[in-house]
């Protein structure tokens, strides 16, 4: 009761203070552009050229990832998401930014269904997981759960402890790429499929998959699926796995304390370039039916690393940026 009266006499008597989205003039990286296959099929451009607003309440983030106008959204703070678990939906032409390091999704996450051409950005997203519910069985919340999107661009994102997936792209989701990311501390890390169809590319690269148990990702049932320049670090009962019919290209990546670093399903294809193993046991199945794994320099540019490198180069600049969405 105390709590009420109090709330009440700070809205009477300073209402200047209460939290509210503001416009902005600027923000810096925020009209950068996808690569990968998230730069064909017209490009992943999120926001760019809307409106740019900050949120520092989570009702004004669900508020805004809801409008159906392009939209530019700054994330300035840990946000406690309300309910706890709330994925957030939202709507295409959508870029949602953390400020420097300070944005953040706590208890909760997002969800995109049935949208195209949506960045997330220098985000930080954790904690829904449940402590008696280490498998995610009584809870779906993940940190990002996309179905059937198209065009989707998660970047310098840091991601643990979610009471189900961090990552789950879904249901013939599309044209997608994930870079520059951590996922960490947690049991199913990186999921992807939940389909019969074989039409999903998605391109992974300069991640860092640290302790965690599975999915690194599970790759169910895409056409095309590039990995290169990531390191896994500690991951207990497998990394790479290539399901269902899944084309599988990885490409100049570390693997350390890894158990089963890279698995191939009965059906699946496999090639593999310049894989560093070290204190990994289990399978290492590095060229599967790879004559007929596609080539992914006839899609995009990239550039390959040298994969000794990657334990020093990589944890550094993986996760939120200062130097972002300021």
Request: with cysteine; hydrophobic share 35%; net charge neutral.
């Given at each position: 009761?105390?709590?009420?009266?109090?709330?009440?006499?700070?809205?009477?008597?300073?209402?200047?203070?209460?939290?509210?989205p503001?416009?902005?003039?600027?923000?810096?990286?925020?009209?950068?552009?996808?690569?990968?296959?998230?730069?064909?099929?017209?490009?992943?451009?999120?926001?760019?050229?809307?409106?740019?607003?900050?949120?520092?309440?989570?009702?004004?983030?669900?508020?805004?990832?809801?409008?159906?106008?392009?939209?530019?959204?700054?994330?300035?703070?840990?946000?406690?998401?309300?309910?706890?678990?709330?994925?957030?939906?939202?709507?295409?032409?959508?870029?949602?930014?953390?400020?420097?390091?300070?944005?953040?999704?706590?208890?909760?996450?997002?969800?995109i269904?049935?949208?195209?051409n949506?960045?997330?950005?220098?985000?930080?997203?954790?904690?829904?997981?449940i402590?008696?519910?280490?498998?995610?069985?009584?809870?779906?919340?993940?940190?990002?759960?996309?179905?059937?999107?198209?065009?989707?661009?998660?970047?310098?994102?840091?991601?643990?402890?979610?009471?189900?997936?961090?990552?789950?792209?879904?249901?013939?989701?599309?044209?997608?790429?994930?870079?520059?990311?951590?996922?960490?501390?947690?049991?199913?890390?990186?999921g992807?499929?939940?389909?019969?169809?074989?039409?999903?590319?998605?391109?992974?690269?300069?991640?860092?998959?640290?302790?965690?148990?599975?999915?690194?990702p599970?790759?169910?049932?895409?056409?095309?699926c590039?990995?290169?320049?990531?390191?896994?670090?500690?991951?207990?009962?497998?990394?790479?796995?290539?399901?269902?019919?899944?084309?599988?290209?990885?490409?100049?990546?570390?693997?350390?304390?890894?158990?089963?670093?890279?698995?191939?399903?009965?059906?699946?294809?496999?090639?593999?370039?310049?894989?560093?193993?070290?204190?990994?046991?289990?399978?290492?199945?590095?060229?599967?039916?790879?004559?007929?794994?596609?080539?992914?320099?006839?899609?995009?540019?990239?550039?390959?690393?040298?994969?000794?490198?990657?334990?020093?180069?990589?944890?550094?600049?993986?996760?939120?940026?200062?130097?972002?969405?300021?």
């Open positions: 009761m105390f709590f009420t009266k109090l709330g009440a006499a700070a809205l009477l008597l300073a209402p200047v203070a209460l939290a509210a503001t416009t902005e003039v600027s923000c810096a990286r925020c009209d950068e552009v996808a690569h990968g296959f998230a730069s064909l099929n017209g490009g992943t451009t999120g926001g760019k050229g809307g409106r740019i607003v900050t949120v520092t309440t989570h009702a004004d983030l669900v508020k805004y990832a809801a409008m159906e106008e392009p939209l530019i959204i700054r994330v300035n703070g840990a946000l406690i998401s309300e309910p706890k678990g709330l994925e957030v939906p939202i709507k295409s032409h959508k870029t949602i930014i953390g400020v420097g390091r300070n944005g953040a999704v706590v208890g909760g996450g997002f969800g269904k049935n949208q195209k949506i960045i997330l950005r220098n985000l930080e997203i954790r904690d829904t997981y402590p008696e519910d280490y498998n995610g069985k009584s809870e779906d919340w993940d940190g990002i759960q996309v179905d059937t999107g198209v065009n989707i661009w998660i970047d310098h994102c840091k991601f643990a402890r979610m009471a189900d997936g961090l990552i789950d792209l879904r249901k013939d989701t599309d044209y997608v790429t994930v870079s520059n990311t951590l996922l960490s501390e947690h049991n199913k890390a990186f992807i499929g939940w389909t019969d169809n074989v039409i999903s590319k998605m391109t992974i690269n300069d991640n860092f998959f640290n302790s965690t148990n599975q999915r690194g599970s790759a169910d049932n895409l056409k095309y590039h990995m290169f320049n990531n390191y896994h670090l500690n991951i207990t009962s497998y990394g790479n796995y290539a399901r269902g019919h899944t084309e599988l290209l990885v490409e100049n990546s570390y693997y350390e304390n890894v158990n089963d670093p890279v698995v191939a399903g009965p059906n699946a294809k496999i090639k593999s370039s310049w894989l560093k193993f070290k204190d990994c046991t289990g399978e290492r199945h590095l060229d599967v039916n790879s004559k007929k794994v596609f080539d992914a320099s006839k899609f995009y540019e990239y550039k390959l690393k040298d994969p000794y490198d990657l334990p020093t180069t990589i944890p550094p600049f993986v996760g939120p940026a200062l130097d972002i969405g300021i």
